[in-house]
């Protein structure tokens, strides 16, 4: 029964339960404060004067509980007397929903049905095999984590208190968005160490600098069949070097850097398989391009001269593939910089520009007013040869190192709409990313890997595609 002496309206009411003396409800999360505390707690003001509750889960037979009940206003709490009782046992939990019915880690679920604990450290829910954390704890609700995986799957829910446990009857799907495609590494027919991407298709390249000795073969591999295809070789790549390439609707446009310090720029063609040279690049002479395809055209900045980086340099120049032209553009800004990934996303070319003291800086490029503009920094550690790719929509950042001494291995999922950054699944092995193609439903990382992991070709497919 309740006994008012105050005028203040009750906000909340119910019954504290523990195997431990003097069970209370502490002020903020009693969950956290005081994990084995289970309780029943009821919003709002109570109709009448008196409430009951019938304990239903979590006590296990032959031990002593400590029960009370409380109230709460706006500026006080009430406890009543403690009792203590000798439990005969209880139901086993039953699991009778779960919502959503699929997710990647850390999304949240709600699971709901009866005899549940009520008590966060005297339950145990696990996915498949694996426990899981519990957020919060309800008479007939939990609400826990997706854990932490490396393969999509589907698995069953179960919840246990009071040794005793109750299972799923339908499955929840575990989502988990790379995929290692090992016939990449194991098929390879060459030593192919330059790739590019277009049309669902990979294509690889033996140029100066690889333990090859048939520069500029080149094949295409189908990771729809695991299959490599030769196809005809890129030009003079003997004593030349790929410095970098962009993609304009399905053709391949290769900048590179030939014995006399001139970028010539070559254009394949898949459909026909044939290369052409086109209109050599007019700045200066580097390495450490950044080119980026958007609509007809491409925008190429940034880069060093010499074999050390030495000399930075912050040109930006415009292709147009319909002419064969190329047009000075505004340098960019940052003057200070290690190197630099560029993305066209949306119908705009974002620039990360990296340095290993002060950390990355993101810049977009607006193409019609001929101009850079600063937006944000990366959230993840200084890193060198960033990723930038995309897939389903969606915009990600990642992997890189610290000057080739310690590889990165997160990864983070910009929203250029609101501005903002979400850590994102990286892959369940320590791997350097060399190269990263965007593409409609799922990008491709290929990487190089450290210790006892195989390299190869990760498939990366977030949620939103239309495919799994």
């Known amino acids: 029964d309740i006994l008012r002496n105050t005028e203040e309206e009750i906000i909340e009411y119910g019954f504290l339960w523990d195997q431990e003396d003097n069970p209370r409800l502490y002020e903020t999360t009693p969950q956290i404060e005081a994990p084995?505390?289970?309780?029943?707690?009821?919003?709002?003001?109570?109709?009448?004067?008196?409430?009951?509750?019938?304990?239903?889960?979590?006590?296990?037979?032959?031990?002593?509980?400590y029960c009370r009940c409380y109230a709460r206003t706006g500026s006080t709490e009430v406890n009543g007397n403690v009792i203590s009782f000798v439990a005969r046992g209880s139901k086993a939990p039953v699991i009778k929903g779960f919502s959503p019915e699929s997710g990647e880690y850390e999304d949240r679920v709600k699971i709901w049905g009866d005899n549940f604990s009520q008590s966060i450290a005297r339950t145990r829910v696990k996915f498949g095999d694996k426990e899981v954390s519990v957020d919060s704890i309800g008479a007939d609700e939990i609400y826990v984590r997706?854990?932490?995986i490396t393969k999509t799957e589907k698995v069953k829910i179960s919840v246990g208190a009071s040794g005793m446990e109750g299972i799923s009857e339908g499955y929840f799907e575990q989502y988990y968005p790379?995929?290692?495609?090992?016939?990449?590494?194991?098929?390879?027919?060459?030593?192919?160490?330059?790739?590019f991407e277009t049309g669902g298709l990979l294509y690889g390249i033996s140029q100066n600098g690889s333990a090859t000795s048939d520069p500029g073969s080149t094949w295409v591999y189908n990771p729809a069949t695991s299959a490599y295809t030769k196809v005809s070789d890129a030009p003079a790549l003997a004593d030349e070097f790929i410095v970098d390439h962009f993609r304009i609707d399905s053709r391949i446009f290769l900048l590179v850097l030939n014995i006399s310090h001139e970028i010539e720029l070559w254009e394949y063609v898949p459909s026909a398989d044939e290369w052409t040279r086109k209109a050599d690049f007019p700045g200066l002479a580097r390495r450490g391009f950044t080119a980026t395809g958007l609509g007809g055209k491409a925008v190429v900045s940034l880069g060093y001269a010499g074999q050390s980086g030495i000399t930075s340099i912050y040109e930006t120049w415009e292709y147009d593939a319909a002419t064969d032209e190329w047009e000075r553009k505004a340098d960019f800004p940052l003057m200070i910089i290690d190197n630099a990934t560029g993305i066209a996303f949306n119908?705009?070319?974002?620039?990360?520009?990296?340095?290993?003291?002060?950390?990355?800086?993101?810049y977009k490029y607006s193409q019609s007013q001929n101009q850079w503009e600063y937006i944000t920094d990366y959230p993840g550690r200084s890193t060198s040869d960033i990723l930038a790719f995309s897939a389903a929509g969606r915009l990600f950042f990642g992997f890189g190192s610290n000057n080739y001494s310690e590889y990165r291995t997160e990864i983070n999922e910009y929203f250029p709409e609101m501005n903002t950054w979400e850590p994102y699944i990286t892959v369940d092995k320590i791997v350097s990313g060399l190269h990263a193609f965007s593409g409609t439903e799922k990008a491709f990382v290929v990487v190089k890997a450290l210790y006892d992991y195989i390299p190869g070709l990760y498939e990366f497919i977030p949620p939103g595609s239309n495919i799994k």
């Open 146 to 148: 997706v854990p932490w």
């Open 178 to 195: 790379w995929y290692l495609d090992t016939d990449f590494a194991s098929e390879c027919p060459g030593d192919i160490n330059y790739w």
């Open 36 to 65: 084995t505390v289970s309780f029943y707690l009821i919003q709002g003001s109570p109709e009448g004067s008196g409430f009951s509750y019938s304990i239903t889960g979590g006590l296990l037979e032959g031990k002593t509980y």
């Open 347 to 362: 119908n705009t070319v974002y620039m990360c520009a990296c340095n290993l003291v002060t950390g990355i800086k993101i």
